[in-house]
Each structure stands twice: as C-alpha cells, then as structure tokens.
C-alpha cells in the first residue's frame, strides 16, 4: 500500500501563503490513506490554513480568479462528498471543499472542547478570512447547509448564493421541545465518557471497514463510501482506524434547533439567493425518523417563499440523501445554472 504523500502537491515559493501547507511538513507526511487520490483533472491542490488548534484541510477546484464556492460536507462525512460533484459544475468557478474540524483531514479540537453547530460556522469565518474573500457562495450538503444557512444569516453581506443539498438552512425545534435538553444531556455525558475512556480506536481491515460504513450509510453507494472512507480513515500498523473526532456524535447532540419566530427573523437577514435541492428519497427529519413527515420541510419552505420571495428557488430530484454523489448528474446542471444566473428563476 503507498504512502500518501498529503493529497496535494507543494507550492512553489511564488504562490499565495493561504496555499502554503501551514503544518509542519513531518506531520502531513506521516498521514496514511487507504486510497489513492481521485482522478479529478480539474483538482487543483490541497491546502491545510493554521487554526489555533491545529489546521483546517481543504480541497480547491478551478481558477483562484474566479467566483468563489465554499462546500461544506455533512456530518461525519468529509470534503471528499464533493469530488464527483465539483467536476460537473461550470469551470469559472473557483471551488473549495473543506473538512470541517474533527472531520477528514482536518485537526481534531483541543481537550475539553465540545462540537457544536456555532464552532463550525466560526471554522468558516476563519477559512474565509484566511482565503481574503469578501464575498463568495457556499453549497452545503446536509448539516453543512445548516452551517451554511447560520453563516449567511450571521454574515449577511459576505455570502451571494446559498446552495442546500438535502437540507435545510436550520433546524427547527418544532415537534424537538421534548427532546432538546435530553440531547444536551447525552452529548455532555458522550464526550465525558470518551474523554475517561482509555479504550484504542477499534482498528478494521480495508473490507471490513468498507462494509461496516455500507451497513450505517444505506443512502451512500460503494464508489461513494470509497471516496468517503479515502479522507475519513487512517492506516495503521495492523490496518485502518476512522481518522474522526470520537467526541463526535449524533448531529442531534451539536445542532442549534430554534423557533419558527427565530427562522423569520434570521431569513429577514438573508441577503443570499437561495436555492434548494430536494432529494425525494431523501431525510425529512433531523433524526432521520419519520422521513415520510414533510411538515417541517413545508413549514420552512413556506417561511423561505415569504421571506426572500423571488430570491428562493426550490426544486426536486429523483434520488437519496446522498444524490450529489450517487448520481452527481441529477443536480449538476440545476447548481450550474444557478450559479451563473444574475436573478434565480423558480424552477
């Protein structure tokens, strides 16, 4: 099995320092993956930008001159969601995919250090304060759209489109009021526990590992679970372990859930075009129960149609929760149209 010698090839002294490895050269070599890197020809480099815990892992797309496009991945997944969906989309583009802190690549916190749905919408200022964007379009996919939608309510004028894949801009606690203090409590007694806990990382076969991730991602295909399983293991002595944060959950234990009142009044912020893709086999519900329930999705729709008015573009496609890698086809001209459109057209 080779080396992987970090995903990227080195800058030359003459490029810009946010494409510099930032991390000790010693520390990125020392990191083993079970796949080689996709063929992406239009993959440009990877970058890692200095956070004070460590660094943040991205993947960039394109020309550095063009429109940018921030691509945040769901939860526990990793930048590699995008990789068979980014080489579809119009090429004038500059796109990067980031691993969210404790995913893929990136450093995981320092002790003692929860993750909440806040900490990542921070992550984000960060890489685009590194990156010297002053506005730029982020396309989230799962809880990277809510960390996208929180973003671009908090950050109004940075962010030109919003693009949510399968989501939502944010959690509503609408039917979760007697829930809510039950998943507080478990994620404080989860991280706790893990904190005590002195048991090594269970460590898997490549096949194994395949099948145990097929098994608790019955939306995601093989090729898919590949490219995911690529960035989010690494190779040890006897075999892989997963490369997450353990501290991390269920996306229940770290999402800001808020009221129908608050959802009006932060879409009152919006200044983004927003367009949302849903997949018609997809998950309507945060806990992915109940998915036959489309209340909450009608509800913020409704909100969305009201509130941006011709700003909101929705739109649905045949496919799971995961569409934008099974059949990356199905939402690549939808995406592309919109981010070349000056004015969003209802679909």
Same mark, same amino acid.
């Given at each position: 099995? #080779?080396?992987?010698? @970090? &995903?990227?090839?080195?800058? #030359?002294?003459t490029?810009?320092?946010?494409?510099?490895?930032?991390?000790?050269?010693?520390?990125?070599?020392?990191?083993?993956?079970?796949?080689?890197?996709?063929?992406?020809?239009s993959?440009?480099?990877?970058?890692?930008?200095?956070?004070?815990?460590?660094?943040?892992?991205?993947?960039?797309?394109?020309?550095?001159?063009?429109? !940018?496009?921030l691509?945040?991945?769901?939860?526990?997944?990793n930048?590699?969601? =995008?990789?068979?969906?980014? !080489?579809?989309?119009?090429?004038?583009?500059?796109?990067?995919?980031?691993?969210?802190?404790?995913?893929?690549?990136?450093s995981?916190?320092?002790p @003692?250090?929860?993750?909440?749905?806040?900490? =990542?919408v921070?992550?984000?200022?960060?890489?685009?304060?590194?990156?010297?964007?002053?506005r730029?379009?982020?396309? @989230?996919?799962?809880? @990277? &759209?809510?960390? &996208?939608?929180?973003?671009?309510?908090?950050?109004?004028?940075?962010?030109?489109?919003l693009?949510?894949?399968?989501?939502? #801009? =944010?959690?509503?606690d609408?039917?979760?009021?007697?829930?809510?203090l039950?998943?507080?409590?478990?994620?404080?007694?989860?991280?706790?526990?893990?904190?005590a806990?002195?048991?090594?990382?269970?460590?898997?076969? #490549?096949?194994?590992?395949?099948? &145990?991730?097929?098994?608790?991602?019955s939306?995601v295909?093989?090729?898919?679970?590949?490219?995911?399983?690529?960035?989010?293991t690494?190779?040890?002595?006897?075999?892989?372990?997963?490369?997450?944060?353990?501290?991390?959950?269920?996306?229940?234990?770290?999402?800001?859930?808020?009221?129908?009142?608050?959802?009006?009044?932060f879409?009152?912020?919006?200044?983004?075009?927003?367009?949302?893709?849903?997949?018609?086999?997809?998950?309507?519900?945060?806990?992915?129960?109940?998915?036959?329930?489309?209340?909450?999705?009608?509800?913020?729709?409704?909100?969305?149609k009201s509130?941006?008015?011709?700003w909101?573009?929705?739109?649905?496609?045949?496919?799971?929760?995961?569409v934008?890698?099974?059949? !990356?086809?199905r939402?690549?001209?939808i995406?592309?149209?919109?981010?070349?459109?000056?004015?969003?057209?209802?679909?």
């Amino acid at each position: 099995m #080779p080396e992987w010698d @970090g &995903g990227g090839h080195a800058c #030359p002294s003459t490029c810009p320092s946010y494409l510099r490895l930032t991390t000790p050269r010693s520390r990125v070599w020392r990191l083993h993956h079970w796949h080689p890197r996709p063929r992406s020809g239009s993959l440009t480099s990877e970058i890692k930008l200095a956070v004070p815990w460590g660094h943040i892992a991205a993947k960039l797309w394109g020309s550095q001159q063009g429109p !940018p496009v921030l691509c945040l991945h769901g939860w526990l997944d990793n930048a590699n969601s =995008f990789d068979r969906l980014i !080489p579809l989309l119009p090429k004038d583009f500059h796109y990067v995919a980031m691993d969210l802190g404790g995913h893929g690549l990136s450093s995981h916190y320092s002790p @003692g250090l929860p993750y909440y749905q806040q900490n =990542f919408v921070i992550e984000v200022q960060r890489v685009v304060a590194a990156l010297k964007w002053n506005r730029f379009s982020i396309m @989230g996919h799962s809880f @990277g &759209g809510m960390v &996208g939608g929180m973003y671009s309510c908090t950050f109004p004028e940075m962010v030109d489109k919003l693009i949510l894949l399968d989501t939502l #801009p =944010f959690a509503l606690d609408y039917k979760e009021s007697e829930n809510l203090l039950t998943y507080k409590r478990r994620m404080i007694e989860h991280v706790l526990r893990i904190e005590a806990s002195q048991k090594p990382q269970r460590v898997l076969s #490549p096949a194994e590992m395949l099948q &145990g991730f097929l098994k608790n991602n019955s939306h995601v295909g093989e090729e898919c679970a590949q490219l995911l399983l690529q960035r989010g293991t690494t190779q040890v002595a006897t075999g892989l372990v997963l490369s997450r944060d353990r501290r991390i959950s269920l996306p229940e234990h770290s999402i800001d859930f808020i009221s129908r009142d608050l959802l009006v009044h932060f879409m009152r912020k919006l200044q983004a075009h927003v367009l949302l893709i849903k997949a018609m086999q997809g998950f309507y519900n945060v806990r992915r129960e109940n998915d036959a329930d489309k209340e909450v999705l009608n509800l913020v729709k409704d909100i969305l149609k009201s509130v941006p008015k011709e700003w909101f573009q929705y739109t649905e496609v045949p496919g799971n929760h995961y569409v934008h890698m099974n059949q !990356p086809e199905r939402v690549a001209g939808i995406i592309g149209s919109f981010l070349k459109s000056s004015t969003p057209k209802q679909l």
